[in-house]
């Protein structure tokens, strides 16, 4: 039987040694019938160019300014679904995957019908320990947690139903792009996985999480700050206005009204305490007022 078609989607943004590691251990996967979209979005120098002469199989997207992660990986998508793919994995380009993990997800996917968007386990990179195996929503505080940050992989080997799956590494079947569209541009970046979760899930798919397929990440490298649990000025606004964006957008009743309340309140401390500096402390106020205000 043939294999489905897979079209994998990174983003390169002055990432080019992250995404060169990563392109690298997509080669040495164990699934044959798959093809590779990059989208440079603006870097800068000749990212692009190294990229494609060190990967020439490779399909590759420039950008001319930074789109945002949103955007660029809509464009992937079309392109994906233009050339008949039937599964399409966004992935992010500071990462190192599993020979097999890719053969693991879509059996997964061929076997239960129901499941529309997949995930690998997610560990931080060089290590054993996981960084996501999917995300849960605290309604009353209005945070987003990773499900089993921090812990032992090998405590975590049971398949998942999150409330969402990390934009990190979501493999999404064709038939629920057809039915649910790309992702929503309005986020430019964070909170578009959960969102694209939740319309899925009202569209009657179900996410879940393949402990066995299992890839590593480097966390927040794309914001230059590899590692690091401090919020930039980019990150404070988008993860304030877009919260809020998404709680407006998707929830009702009850849970609507303690997730916006939390945004106010519980996570607005949270994220005070863990900006980088003044200037990310500033951004995310303006992320509050813009989020009320634009949607």
Same mark, same amino acid.
């Given at each position: 039987?043939?294999?489905?078609?897979?079209?994998?989607?990174?983003?390169?943004?002055n990432?080019? !040694?992250?995404?060169?590691?990563?392109?690298?251990?997509?080669?040495?996967?164990?699934?044959k019938?798959?093809?590779?979209? !990059? !989208?440079?979005?603006?870097?800068?120098?000749?990212?692009? &160019?190294?990229?494609?002469?060190?990967?020439?199989?490779?399909?590759?997207?420039?950008?001319?300014?930074n789109?945002?992660?949103?955007?660029?990986?809509n464009?992937?998508?079309?392109?994906?679904?233009?050339?008949?793919?039937?599964?399409?994995?966004?992935?992010?380009?500071?990462?190192?995957?599993?020979?097999?993990?890719?053969?693991?997800?879509? &059996?997964?996917?061929?076997?239960?019908?129901?499941?529309?968007?997949?995930?690998?386990?997610?560990?931080?990179?060089?290590?054993d320990?996981?960084?996501?195996?999917?995300?849960?929503?605290?309604?009353?505080?209005?945070?987003?947690?990773?499900? %089993?940050?921090?812990?032992?992989?090998?405590?975590?080997n049971?398949?998942?139903?999150?409330?969402?799956? #990390?934009?990190?590494?979501?493999?999404?079947?064709?038939? !629920?792009?057809?039915?649910?569209?790309?992702? &929503?541009?309005?986020?430019?970046?964070?909170?578009?996985?959960? &969102?694209?979760?939740f319309?899925?899930?009202?569209? %009657?798919?179900?996410?879940?999480?393949?402990?066995?397929?299992?890839?590593?990440?480097k966390?927040?490298?794309?914001?230059?700050?590899?590692?690091?649990?401090k919020?930039?000025?980019?990150?404070?606004?988008?993860?304030?206005?877009?919260g809020?964006?998404?709680?407006?957008?998707?929830?009702?009743? #009850?849970?609507?009204? #303690?997730?916006?309340? %939390?945004?106010? #309140?519980?996570?607005?401390?949270?994220?005070?305490?863990?900006?980088?500096?003044?200037?990310?402390?500033?951004?995310?106020?303006?992320?509050?007022?813009?989020?009320?205000?634009?949607?």
């Open positions: 039987m043939k294999q489905p078609l897979v079209y994998i989607i990174l983003i390169n943004w990432g080019l !040694v992250d995404t060169l590691e990563c392109l690298e251990s997509l080669k040495n996967i164990n699934y019938n798959y093809k590779i979209i !990059v !989208v440079d979005n603006g870097s800068k120098g000749n990212q692009a &160019d190294v990229i494609k002469y060190n990967f020439q199989n490779i399909e590759l997207i420039e950008n001319e300014e789109k945002g992660f949103v955007i660029a990986n464009q992937g998508i079309e392109l994906a679904i233009k050339n008949n793919a039937d599964y399409i994995l966004l992935l992010n380009n500071d990462t190192v995957v599993e020979r097999n993990f890719l053969n693991i997800l879509i &059996d997964y996917g061929e076997k239960n019908k129901e499941a529309g968007i997949l995930s690998p386990k997610i560990l931080y990179y060089n290590s320990k996981i960084w996501s195996m999917g995300g849960k929503i605290s309604y009353l505080s209005g945070l987003s947690i990773m499900i %089993g940050k921090g812990k032992d992989s090998q405590k975590y049971r398949i998942i139903e999150p409330n969402f799956i #990390t934009g990190c590494a979501m493999l999404i079947k064709r038939e !629920v792009i057809n039915k649910i569209g790309l992702l &929503d541009p309005l986020y430019f970046a964070y909170y578009e996985d959960s &969102d694209c979760c319309r899925a899930k009202k569209a %009657g798919y179900e996410i879940r999480i393949i402990p066995e397929s299992v890839i590593w990440h966390k927040s490298a794309s914001a230059g700050i590899r590692g690091s649990n919020i930039t000025p980019m990150q404070a606004y988008l993860w304030a206005r877009n809020i964006i998404f709680g407006r957008k998707n929830l009702i009743g #009850t849970q609507k009204a #303690t997730f916006l309340f %939390g945004q106010f #309140t519980f996570k607005l401390l949270f994220s005070l305490i863990n900006c980088q500096n003044i200037k990310a402390v500033k951004k995310y106020f303006k992320g509050l007022y813009d989020g009320v205000r634009y949607y």
